[in-house]
């Protein structure tokens, strides 16, 4: 491809309103252009990069025995609703009316569809195991769409659903995914982990994220330093044993804490340490109040909570729900005399609390010499916080430490979620009916190339994986109107191509340092530079990841190239 009439707009500053290294370097080197918030158009350049990793899941997924297929965006919302999810998938699912007043959803995912696809077309036992996937764009209505693409409203997805016929087959499918996804990431050159993660409004239990270690990563990544334990923040468990005190236990009385509302203000007003405080927060759970008991120096887990109580929306209580519940305001809630239709569930470190404070249910008021059973009933004890660095790892090895990671892919085990909702049944070989058994598997595309961006550059722009970088040579002419130079540059444009290189060639009638500048920021793996030793058939040759350069004669480019590309 010739530069000089490709679509390829390079930008010199970094662009204000891009805060991550990603959205800078696509922005300034021309892959995508912002059409509205959260919505992006691929240029040329960004396109091809985003078709070497579609070519690389495509290879994967074939070997693996999925098959590819192509459904509607756009959905009806009577599969939705048949599945149940209508209703409590969130304000993230974009719903649209037709002329007729019909309800449909811009598709986040499409398990409805697949699952009403084949439930309609596969009626026995022996067309079954079967995988079906396809890449297509994907809708979510993001709050506070950022970071360029990685978190964007419409993006490219390959989501793929295997149909089993029993638990132990959808396994074997659950492997060849989470091998298939190793392979992918492994082959874009990207440093990942995969965690054991939240199934969220998916459903289903099993189920692992893909995630690429970086400091922009807005998922948190709990590990062992010893162990090959790895988790998600929000559904890492903590396994540890708390130690009771023998301090004898004192009476309970009220304190008056005035403009004390945080842990921490109450901690320093009351002289006492975080840990000894009892922090409560009121939570609706299913439209129903449930008060969450913590220690002071631990966070809630709003998906553990909704994990031990089986619940579809679990939502912390405004100033409205607990002024109705618990008559007063947050910042001085408490478990003492909560009305019996408050159910009380404590994190395990509470129960080890000894003359503790908790909140009095009252403005500016905060009981001292708490004590649980005591002085307030609780209905069960379970793991509610969130882990922390230094916590014990849960596999009893090592202690826990954190990184921050983008989630790219996500496989999960649905089992019989969907099928058992929209009746989706096979008969057996005894003639009788029965649920399939469903595997959902997802890697975001257009996240990928930007977590590849964010692994790979430098001070002067992207540094591509060879796998899937848009072109594999950048070949410039330092002075395009210098006969030599001109020729020379034509011929290994003719023979390179000829070879099966993917070339972009620099024809411009631009200052070497301009041409220079951008070939760093466009970052393809081999820099072709003919200069002043051109008519003795001698160019120079650098690679962008190692910054080598080499002076190689026209009769060895091919040999040269190829042996870098193939490492």
């Given at each position: 491809?010739?530069?000089?009439?490709?679509?390829?707009?390079?930008?010199?500053?970094?662009?204000?309103?891009?805060?991550?290294?990603?959205?800078?370097?696509?922005?300034?080197?021309?892959?995508?252009?912002?059409?509205?918030?959260?919505?992006?158009?691929?240029?040329?350049?960004?396109?091809?990069?985003?078709?070497?990793?579609?070519?690389?899941?495509?290879?994967?997924?074939?070997?693996a025995g999925a098959q590819e297929v192509l459904m509607p965006a756009i959905q009806p919302a009577e599969l939705w609703q048949e599945s149940g999810r209508w209703d409590v998938y969130g304000p993230e699912l974009m719903r649209v009316k037709d002329r007729h007043e019909r309800e449909f959803a811009l598709g986040p995912t499409h398990e409805e569809v697949i699952t009403s696809l084949v439930r309609d077309d596969i009626r026995s036992y022996k067309r079954l195991p079967m995988m079906l996937y396809q890449i297509q764009s994907k809708f979510r209505d993001e709050r506070r769409p950022r970071f360029g693409i990685l978190r964007s409203r419409e993006f490219l997805m390959k989501d793929a659903y295997s149909f089993d016929t029993s638990f132990e087959g959808l396994d074997e499918s659950y492997e060849k995914m989470y091998q298939a996804y190793s392979n992918v990431f492994t082959r874009c050159g990207l440093d990942f982990r995969a965690v054991v993660a939240d199934s969220g409004a998916m459903g289903g239990k099993d189920t692992h994220e893909f995630m690429v270690l970086s400091d922009i990563g807005e998922d948190t990544i709990a590990y062992s330093d010893t162990s090959s334990?790895?988790?998600?923040?929000?559904?890492?468990?903590?396994?540890?044993?708390?130690?009771?005190?023998?301090?004898?236990?004192?009476?309970?009385?009220?304190?008056?804490?005035?403009?004390?509302?945080?842990?921490?203000?109450?901690?320093?007003?009351?002289?006492?340490?975080?840990?000894?405080?009892?922090?409560?927060?009121?939570?609706?759970?299913?439209?129903?109040?449930?008060?969450?008991?913590?220690?002071?120096?631990?966070?809630?887990?709003?998906?553990?909570?909704?994990?031990?109580?089986?619940?579809?929306?679990?939502?912390?209580?405004?100033?409205?729900?607990?002024?109705?519940?618990?008559?007063?305001?947050?910042?001085?809630?408490?478990?003492?005399?909560?009305?019996?239709?408050?159910?009380?569930?404590?994190?395990?470190?509470?129960?080890?609390?000894?003359?503790g404070v908790c909140g009095a249910n009252e403005k500016d008021k905060h009981f001292v010499n708490v004590n649980p059973s005591r002085d307030f009933n609780v209905n069960h004890y379970e793991d509610l916080r969130l882990i922390q660095e230094g916590d014990p790892s849960p596999d009893g090895q090592g202690v826990i430490q954190f990184k921050e990671g983008i989630e790219v892919g996500h496989v999960f085990k649905l089992g019989t979620r969907y099928s058992e909702a929209m009746k989706a049944t096979i008969l057996d070989e005894n003639g009788k009916s029965q649920q399939m058994v469903m595997g959902s598997y997802g890697i975001g595309v257009s996240r990928t190339v930007a977590a590849i961006i964010e692994q790979h550059n430098d001070e002067n722009g992207i540094v591509w994986p060879a796998s899937v970088a848009p072109f594999d040579v950048h070949l410039i002419p330092v002075n395009i109107k210098q006969e030599a130079q001109r020729t020379l540059a034509d011929e290994l444009y003719s023979t390179l191509t000829k070879a099966?290189?993917?070339?972009?060639?620099?024809?411009?009638?631009?200052?070497?340092?301009?041409?220079?500048?951008?070939?760093?920021?466009?970052?393809?793996?081999?820099?072709?530079?003919?200069?002043?030793?051109?008519?003795?058939?001698?160019?120079?040759?650098?690679?962008?990841?190692?910054?080598?350069?080499?002076?190689?004669?026209?009769?060895?480019?091919?040999?040269?190239?190829?042996?870098y590309l193939n490492q």
């Open positions: 491809m010739k530069q000089s009439t490709y679509l390829s707009p390079t930008l010199r500053d970094v662009p204000s309103d891009a805060e991550v290294k990603s959205h800078q370097l696509m922005l300034r080197a021309g892959l995508i252009r912002q059409s509205s918030a959260g919505v992006y158009s691929f240029l040329p350049l960004g396109l091809k990069a985003l078709k070497k990793v579609e070519a690389i899941i495509r290879e994967e997924m074939n070997k334990f790895a988790a998600n923040i929000e559904i890492a468990p903590v396994n540890v044993n708390y130690t009771k005190s023998d301090e004898p236990l004192l009476e309970m009385n009220e304190k008056a804490t005035p403009n004390q509302k945080t842990i921490e203000e109450v901690a320093k007003f009351l002289d006492v340490e975080e840990s000894k405080l009892v922090k409560s927060v009121l939570m609706m759970v299913d439209q129903e109040p449930v008060l969450i008991l913590v220690r002071g120096d631990h966070e809630v887990n709003e998906v553990k909570v909704k994990h031990v109580l089986d619940a579809q929306l679990v939502e912390i209580a405004g100033e409205e729900d607990t002024k109705q519940h618990l008559n007063t305001t947050p910042g001085f809630i408490g478990p003492v005399n909560v009305p019996d239709h408050v159910k009380v569930i404590c994190d395990h470190a509470v129960e080890a609390v000894v003359n099966r290189f993917d070339v972009l060639y620099d024809d411009r009638a631009e200052r070497p340092g301009v041409k220079f500048k951008d070939a760093d920021l466009m970052g393809m793996p081999v820099r072709i530079t003919v200069g002043k030793r051109a008519d003795e058939g001698i160019v120079e040759v650098k690679i962008r990841k190692t910054e080598i350069t080499l002076e190689v004669h026209y009769d060895e480019l091919v040999d040269t190239i190829s042996r």
